[in-house]
């Protein structure tokens, strides 16, 4: 064989094991994307599972990881490095905070719904209509909030206590949550007679039926209006799939759910 014939030999193999390499390159599986981080509300934990199978349904290739805890809590932990890209919150001072603070996108935050405050109880009816005279219709040994210091329903519960000239308490002790999730639990095990918790959780699958509430009617808690903002982290807005994950909670199916739940959409 001639040195021409050496030579056309040689660039046939490597023309084809340059194809072979390409074709392994093409096969192989992409690399997945790292789970979206959601740090979220206590009070959404009830409609976070059925946000989350309708995300999955919309982009299945998406993951999420979801922690919950006081917004106050939650903040404190991005200010702190923690590996979160989403922040929905139950106020909007918390993700305005983490923006001015520069730890968040500002033009990704965004209210999406805004939440119900209610007193419930599973010691019997209560009396009449309205909350204050559910409240003077007996006397109340134990009442459960949560921590207003972190959390906004807590802030919300408290101003109704002192709108309705129940602070400060004479023979009623408050039981305080670290979150409104946990006020409830306070409620459910009998650590508390009553409670102000999150509407969500009174109809969620595990409460629905159970005791007895009235909802808190929001000229109640002037100030604290319970609006709900989303906000991207510095890390999460540099991440299409967190995007993705916010521009679905302003959807139609997302806000639909969170209307199951008792939420309302976020005023104009």
């Known amino acids: 064989m001639g040195a021409r014939g050496r030579q056309g030999r040689r660039a046939a193999v490597i023309r084809s094991g340059a194809a072979l390499l390409l074709a392994a390159f093409l096969a192989a599986p992409l690399p997945a994307a790292a789970p979206v981080a959601v740090a979220a509300a206590a009070n959404l934990a009830p409609v976070l599972e059925p946000l989350e199978a309708a995300f999955r349904a919309w982009r299945p290739a998406v993951k999420l990881t979801l922690t919950v805890g006081a917004s ?7 200010r702190q490095g923690a590996p979160f890209d989403v922040l929905l919150a139950a106020d909007t001072d918390y993700p305005r905070a983490l ?13 999406f ?3 119900r405050l209610v007193f419930w109880t599973l010691r019997g009816p209560l009396a009449g209509e309205d909350l204050r005279t559910a409240l003077a219709g ?24 002192r709108e309705l000239g129940f602070l400060p308490a004479t023979g009623t002790r408050l039981v305080l949550g670290e979150t ?5 639990q306070f409620v459910e095990s009998g650590a508390a007679e009553g409670g102000f918790v999150a509407l969500a959780a009174v109809l969620s699958p595990r409460l629905a039926g159970r005791g007895y509430w009235r909802e808190v009617l929001p000229e109640l808690h002037p100030g604290v209006t319970l609006d709900h903002a989303a906000v991207l982290t510095r890390r999460g807005a540099a991440r299409a799939e967190a995007r993705a994950f916010l521009d679905f909670l302003a959807g ?12 309302t959409p976020p005023v104009p």
């Open 72 to 78: 106050g809590s939650l903040h404190a932990q991005i």
């Open 180 to 184: 409104v999730a946990q006020a409830a």
């Open 99 to 111: 923006v001015a603070a520069g730890d968040a996108d500002p033009a990704t935050l965004r209210v």
């Open 252 to 263: 139609e199916e997302a806000q639909a759910t969170l209307r199951r739940f008792g939420y």
């Open 138 to 161: 007996r006397p109340w040994a134990t009442l459960a909030l949560a921590q207003p210091r972190t959390a906004p329903y807590g802030r919300a519960a408290e101003a109704v206590l």
């Open 113 to 115: 719904a805004r939440g």
